[in-house]
């Protein structure tokens, strides 16, 4: 019997399988490790050794065994023939049944390529990350440590495969593909490691200052990803380049942005100047668009990007990132209408989070699936939009499933849209890497955002330049920051109620109120609730349900176009990325950048009197940096009470010049993370929760809330698809429900509630006494002031 490789393919044409998506993939690579024939015979040399334990007796047996259990057979051998394979090897079937790891094939050609050095092993990095990326093909990078390095526990599993393997036919079979392949007496290596000599590599390690070894590592690792997943995956291997002509951003525009405001003046100007000044730079590796909020900001992102590829980097992709989930799909809608205005296949654009799936009609096969899933989570597209956390995690990574998008990191524009998300204590971090992905891969970064933090200050190039850095905020006047309640006492929920409420009647106005904590947020909304009329109060914060959300907001964006002062009550939540326009925002003392985003839901579209944004001290502050917080205090009193939108870049200059200085310059987070980067604990990288993007202080569970009819036939197909036995159907059925049913599934803190033992491992819990913890206006609530907690 030939061998196989998977359940619908031989060894063979798996092996074919990975060199043509490679010699897809290759061409378009440049960076800097290798030239390109060194690339390709390293690559190809990858692909020989890869599977090689494939061809061992065991693997066939534990392969042909789980086929005949599935009792689906093979695409080539029925299942009475696999089970006549087993009966004629039942010896290598009891070796396997007895040692299962027989059946594994990563380490041993991990260990077997030593031999493309010849039989005495070079004491050098590079040998040893070419056998940790065959090592690890199957699961995550570990710490490149003496313990995750010394053979001799799986000495003898390694020499057992070896002495049944037919090397002359497996290189026979590569030389018929092209592959490189050689093999001699791997026991020579084995017994030849020397503990000393590899631990001298890793401690010559700690006076690394050049991450070269890392982001080798890691883009050869996410080629062989790519085309091991390439082969299993794509169904026409069709990995061909699309057109997007920048001249789309403009055409769109003119159909569809006819408006006589005066502030689309403004917008035209910052994006005439963007475009003109990527033009004229765009052999550099960082810009920036740092515009006033509602100044246009995406279309002129866009453009620029557009503009950079066609001038400077045809063969580059696009990667947009947002800190947020809710603000992909806006922005994705956005440029879906813009690529159907021009006739151009949204099949252009990939959206990459963790709930994107694919539009499928029904007629679509598996295959079609599978195809969108390697393009989009391999960020295969011509552009990819996607979240923060999925950049992050592929350059400070680990998992196979993160690093395998990381090879389309390299030679590429990446847009990273409100980039004052990021932790400023991981800036340097972040500085560091980005430096060398422009260093290695000549990758290309446009921050987008109307609060620029201090980043690579003197490598950035400010598109929006005109005459000075601040005109475009000096020729705004739309709103302005009131600090009046700043300078009173801290003010409970009745006091703020109290105020709110003697203004609104003498003068009713649209009204945004944003809370720090969802327990504050709910107290407010209760004083309020019935001292207007109840048509116009609503309440939004991260306690509700997304059903509820999208329904409540459709509402208050209807109320708004009426011109109704409706008044709304929320957390910040409402600042992600959601686009409505009040009269008078109030908000909670918080860090500058947030209040920034406060001012920008109000006043959009210069339509009215400058909008006030008054700010109030809650005194509900734990979830802040207190840094943060001071620096805001400290930035503020430099200020008049009343600070007009044309003086907001002069004080976020300050804010976050402070924060760099304070925070950002020497932050220990960074330094151990750096650290790690240069002495290659990968692991470390990846996995420790301090160098998370985001993190929790707290335990939370997804609960489902079945709050109507819907919502109960929703869950019960859940159930219905959690049943179906096949793993790879099970999973994918899945995949494709789950928008459907995170509508109803709202995150809950343990301080809220526990679920029972039994389910508390479930990735979405139901609670037949959900009405004890939610309800339709608040969301979940909190019992006592005693276990609430300062979230958001």
């Not at 490691?193 to 991450?211: E, I, Q, T």
């Not at 923060?388 to 090879?407: D, G, M, T």
């Not at 703020?496 to 009713?508: F, G």
């Amino acid at each position: 019997m030939e061998w196989i490789s998977h359940d619908d393919r031989t060894l063979r044409e798996h092996l074919a399988g990975l060199k043509d998506v490679v010699d897809k993939i290759l061409p378009e690579k440049t960076q800097s490790f290798f030239d390109k024939k060194e690339l390709t015979d390293l690559t190809y040399n990858l692909i020989s050794y890869h599977d090689i334990a494939k061809a061992s007796p065991y693997f066939q047996v534990y392969l042909a065994s789980a086929l005949v259990h599935k009792d689906t057979g093979h695409k080539y051998h029925t299942t009475d023939e696999l089970r006549s394979y087993i009966e004629k090897n039942h010896s290598h079937f009891n070796k396997w049944q007895n040692n299962p790891e027989l059946k594994r094939h990563a380490l041993f050609g991990g260990w077997l390529s030593l031999f493309i050095l010849g039989e005495e092993i070079g004491y050098n990095l590079n040998n040893f990350l070419y056998l940790k990326i065959l090592q690890y093909h199957h699961g995550y990078l570990k710490n490149f440590n003496l313990q995750n390095t010394n053979p001799k526990n799986q000495k003898d599993n390694l020499l057992q495969i070896a002495s049944e393997i037919d090397f002359d036919s497996y290189s026979t079979l590569l030389k018929e593909l092209d592959l490189p392949f050689k093999y001699g007496n791997i026991q020579n290596i084995l017994e030849n490691f020397k503990a000393r000599r590899f631990d001298m590599l890793v401690m010559n390690l700690k006076s690394n200052k050049d991450p070269v070894y890392y982001f080798k590592t890691l883009f050869l690792y996410s080629i062989l990803l790519s085309a091991d997943k390439g082969d299993m995956m794509l169904n026409d291997k069709s990995l061909e380049r699309r057109s997007v002509p920048s001249t789309i951003i403009d055409e769109f525009k003119k159909k569809n942005i006819q408006s006589t405001q005066s502030i689309n003046e403004l917008r035209e100007k910052a994006y005439q100047v963007a475009v003109s000044n990527m033009t004229k730079l765009g052999d550099h590796n960082f810009f920036s668009i740092t515009l006033p909020t509602g100044l246009g900001k995406t279309f002129t992102a866009y453009k620029a990007s557009l503009v950079l590829k066609e001038q400077f980097c045809p063969d580059f992709r696009i990667i947009y990132c947002l800190p947020f989930t809710s603000i992909i799909d806006q922005n994705a809608g956005i440029f879906k209408k813009i690529l159907d205005s021009s006739g151009i296949e949204a099949e252009n654009i990939g959206i990459h989070h963790h709930l994107a799936v694919p539009e499928l009609t029904d007629d679509s096969d598996d295959s079609t699936y599978s195809n969108w899933e390697y393009l989009t989570q391999g960020w295969q597209n011509e552009i990819t939009i996607t979240t923060f956390v999925q950049l992050w995690e592929s350059l400070f990574a680990c998992h196979n499933r993160q690093i395998r998008k990381f090879h389309n990191l390299a030679n590429s524009i990446i847009i990273l849209d409100e980039i004052q998300a990021i932790n400023p204590e991981l800036y340097p971090a972040f500085e560091f890497v980005l430096e060398s992905m422009a260093k290695y891969f000549n990758t290309k970064f446009i921050f987008v955002t109307a609060t620029q933090p201090v980043i690579l200050k003197e490598k950035v190039q400010e598109l929006c330049l005109i005459d000075s850095e601040d005109y475009f905020f000096n020729n705004v006047n739309r709103t302005k920051i009131d600090k009046t309640l700043l300078n009173e006492d801290l003010l409970d929920e009745s006091e703020l109620v109290h105020k709110i409420l003697d203004r609104y009647h003498k003068n009713p106005k649209s009204t945004l109120i944003i809370c720090n904590t969802i327990r504050y947020s709910q107290k407010v909304f209760e004083l309020i609730n019935n001292k207007i009329d109840p048509d116009n109060i609503f309440y939004l914060s991260a306690a509700i349900i997304p059903f509820s959300r999208e329904n409540i907001l459709d509402d208050v964006q209807k109320k708004l176009s009426e011109d109704e002062p409706v008044i709304l009550v929320s957390t910040q939540v409402v600042e992600a990325g959601v686009d409505i326009d009040f009269d008078v925002v109030y908000r909670d003392f918080a860090p500058l950048s947030s209040i920034n985003q406060a001012a920008g839901r109000c006043n959009r579209n210069a339509g009215k009197e400058p909008s006030n944004v008054f700010l109030f001290k809650s005194g509900k502050v734990k979830i802040y940096d207190p840094t943060q917080l001071n620096i805001t205090e400290e930035v503020l009193d430099q200020f008049e009470n009343v600070i007009p939108e044309n003086e907001f870049y002069k004080m976020n200059s300050h804010f976050f010049r402070s924060i760099k200085g304070r925070i950002q310059d020497g932050s220990h987070r960074s330094e151990c993370l750096i650290d790690d980067i240069l002495t290659l604990k990968f692991e470390d990288v990846g996995s420790n929760p301090n160098y998370r993007l985001f993190s929790e202080d707290y335990k939370s569970y997804n609960f489902f809330i079945p709050l109507n009819d819907k919502a109960e036939e929703v869950w019960n197909h859940y159930q219905s698809l959690m049943k179906i036995e096949e793993h790879f159907k099970r999973k994918k059925q899945i995949k494709l429900f789950m928008p459907k049913i995170m509508k109803y599934v709202v995150k809950v803190p343990e301080y809220v509630r526990v679920p029972e033992q039994e389910g508390r491992d479930e990735a979405i819990i139901f609670d037949d006494n959900w009405p004890e913890f939610y309800n339709e206006t608040f969301g979940y609530f909190i019992k006592s002031e005693e276990t609430a907690v300062e979230i958001i």
